[in-house]
């Protein structure tokens, strides 16, 4: 048992020794920068202020990313206000080129038939051959009249004879 006592007082004195000697390291307050309690407090923020400067800060952070989506928004709208009125106008633009070329089909129709009335919408080779048709008539007259002249220089020369033997 001896040795069990020992232990025991042993066991105190080490932890009283120890207990001095931890409060020995701690420093004690310092006369030249001394702040109450109260003002080192108020230095360190709480973990609720905390908490809120970062919800003030995220929520700054999200008010600004909502401008600029809202920003994107109008941006967007006066691209399909534009976009639309864009549409409106080739629409009117196609409608009045259709309307021109209706037009356009009308007034070829009533010329085409007016130049098949006129003889005038005859293809290339119909006026080929009329025009051969047309050289050929010219070439018959031709002969006729160069036969006729030739009747006529005979008649006038029998007529001359028969004056000459008069």
């Known amino acids: 048992m001896n040795r069990l006592a020992v232990g025991l007082i042993t066991t105190t004195e080490y932890s009283e020794w120890w207990v001095r000697r931890i409060n020995d390291n701690i420093l004690g307050p310092s006369l030249e920068n001394s702040q109450s309690i109260e003002e080192y407090l108020s230095v360190v923020p709480t973990e609720l202020e905390i908490i809120k400067q970062d919800f003030e800060r995220k929520s700054a952070e999200l008010e600004k990313k909502i401008e600029q989506i809202e920003e994107e928004k109008v941006n967007l709208r006066l691209d399909t206000d534009v976009q639309k009125l864009e549409a409106d106008n080739l629409r009117k633009g196609k409608k009045k080129a259709e309307e021109e070329l209706d037009s ?8 085409r038939l007016s130049m098949r009335t006129t003889g005038l919408g005859k293809t290339s080779e119909q006026w080929r051959e009329e025009i051969q048709e047309e050289k050929n008539r010219s070439d018959r007259w031709e002969r006729k009249f160069q036969e006729v002249q030739a009747r006529n220089e005979a008649l006038e020369r029998s007529l001359s004879e028969s004056q000459k033997e008069k």
């Open 104 to 111: 356009l089909k009308t007034d070829y129709k009533r010329l």
